[in-house]
């Protein structure tokens, strides 16, 4: 049985009844951001009171504004015009991610269907934040919630992100004949956060990222195309642990994807060209295989886990499909 967590001595325990010093930030733009279209929830509009303040049989944990901001930085908002659900991004105006991102969701890019980066919908300039612009994107869901569930899942996740990553050395993309499985109907992933990101530049110096590459450095220059390829080799390493041997016909390609040395990595191009050579002869079969764990658990555990995945599967491919929608 779970028990509550208890209070500990001497420490004040916040109730979540007032905002927290981040939060405030996003309440003082309150009107602003409703100027522009935009409405916050509940918690961060003029004269909040904790709902379960007002209704004493509400538990905080099932109000939803209850619910914290993750910091200063990002918080959702619904757009007035048609009720969606947007993703707020509040960063310096130096920041490369606010030119980056515009350049990548300029008219010439955005309707390209290998330009997986996630479209900043506007930028948003408060004149009582000078220092900082609000970038609007699309709400999306993260990687791995839920992971691939079959072998062609995997295979479409790779397609898409290498796709999206290559490029010739003139810097023209190659032409990609073959199309995923998004284009009737699925899943599109998306790159975020591009705050770290350069252009046009084929020597950086810099730490910072989420994968601590070995070349990394603050004085030093080092290719950031190769980085890329490291990072995201990285991430399909990350996606496949603990997954049975039929998801292991990627190890070659995460290896050399992952290297110490930038010179022993392929470029992007060539990490492409490997992965379709590596997935070109798998059959239907496979491909439509179940992704299992490498501890599948008891027999009888795996065999119904694969009857309910091929349920699922038969009923989703019955069901009508469109293209997906580009993101606005």
């Not at 049985?1 to 209070?7: H, L, S």
């Amino acid at each position: 049985m779970n028990k509550r967590p208890q209070p500990i001595p001497g420490v004040e325990q916040y109730d979540g009844t007032k905002l927290l010093p981040e939060e405030e930030i996003w309440a003082g733009r309150f009107e602003f951001l409703k100027s522009c279209g935009y409405l916050l929830r509940p918690r961060y509009r003029p004269g909040w009171v904790a709902s379960w303040i007002k209704e004493p049989g509400l538990l905080r944990i099932d109000a939803e504004d209850g619910v914290l901001a993750g910091g200063d930085i990002t918080l959702d908002a619904m757009r007035i015009s048609d009720g969606e659900t947007v993703f707020l991004k509040r960063v310096p105006t130096t920041s490369p991610e606010v030119e980056v991102g515009r350049f990548l969701s300029s008219d010439e890019l955005k309707n390209d269907r290998r330009n997986h980066s996630a479209p900043v919908l506007e930028v948003l300039e408060d004149k009582g934040d000078p220092e900082h612009v609000i970038l609007v994107l699309p709400m999306l869901r993260p990687v791995d919630m839920p992971p691939p569930a079959s072998i062609g899942e995997l295979v479409d996740f790779v397609h898409q992100t290498l796709e999206a990553l290559f490029s010739q050395p003139d810097g023209q993309p190659l032409k990609v004949e073959e199309p995923s499985r998004t284009a009737v109907g699925g899943v599109r992933y998306y790159f975020v956060d591009f705050g770290i990101s350069t252009r046009d530049q084929d020597k950086v110096v810099g730490v910072d990222g989420q994968e601590r590459a070995p070349e990394l450095s603050s004085d030093i220059p080092y290719d950031p195309y190769k980085l890329d390829v490291y990072g995201l080799g990285r991430a399909y390493k990350t996606l496949l642990e603990d997954r049975d041997i039929e998801a292991r016909f990627l190890d070659p390609l995460i290896e050399l994807m992952t290297k110490k040395s930038p010179g022993d990595r392929p470029s992007a191009a060539e990490a492409f060209q490997m992965f379709k050579t590596l997935s070109r002869e798998m059959s239907w079969m496979t491909l439509s295989r179940r992704l299992r764990s490498e501890s599948p658990g008891s027999l009888l555990a795996r065999t119904f886990r694969d009857i309910r995945y091929r349920m699922c599967e038969l009923w989703w491919a019955l069901k009508p499909k469109r293209p997906l929608p580009p993101l606005a």
